[in-house]
């Protein structure tokens, strides 16, 4: 079955480009110009990925992934005029997958898209990861998509997940910026340094709200590596 992807966007020509790129791609799409429209199409519709600008009118993108969160663990994609490091930062961190800002290429869109969907929902020609990776009080089950701190259950973009799947896999090692997003991200598309940095971020703040105060240490001008964990 296709992919249905839901675009939320206030400029009609940008729906059109994204549609017609990710149709192209054999997804299904569909577009709406407003926040409102977009929650209530997700409710109705289920997409397996949203594209949402933040720069809408009366809701804007952050607000829509704000109420989003509170129903839906779908995967986000914000699109943004502005390249501002506080934009990024707060799309990652309200719980956004990615980033691109307009203008933008749409076939460097569609392989942004694919790699979200590919680490959300694995292929079902794949064969399940069955491996359980325990470090310290935490603990990653990949075939389920679950983590969990000292039992407390983590709530983890497929991003977020990937990432921290890479550090578990090799728990005594260093991770430069490069290999962190390798991780998460496949094929040649290129991540900033600040992106790097907010996803890590993230996944500190919701273990630290887990109780694991040590997740992931920074070794400076290196990279980052997996803390203690609570052991």
Known sequence: MPHTILIADD???????????????????????????????????????????????????????????????????FLSARDEEIDRILGLEMGGDDYVTKPFSPRELVAR??????????????????????????????????????????????????????????PAHVLGRDMVMANAYAGNIHVADRTVDSHIRNIRAKLAAAGCTDAIETVHGVGFRLGRCGA
């Open 11 to 77: 400029d009609p020509h940008i729906r059109e480009i994204i549609c017609f790129a990710l149709e192209k791609a054999g997804m299904k799409t569909v577009a709406v110009a407003d926040g409102a429209a977009a929650l209530q199409a997700i409710e109705r519709r289920a997409p397996d990925l949203v594209v949402l600008d933040i720069g809408m009118p009366q809701m804007d993108g952050l607000e829509v992934c704000r109420r989003l969160r509170h129903i839906s663990d779908v995967p986000v994609l």
């Open 113 to 170: 898209v694919n790699v979200i969907l590919r680490r959300a929902r694995p292929a079902k020609a794949e064969p399940a990861d069955d491996r359980q990776f325990l470090h310290g009080r935490l603990a990653l089950v990949p075939a389920s998509h679950t983590a969990s701190f000292d039992g407390r259950p983590l709530v983890l973009t497929s991003i977020e997940f990937a990432i921290l799947k890479g550090f578990l896999a090799r």
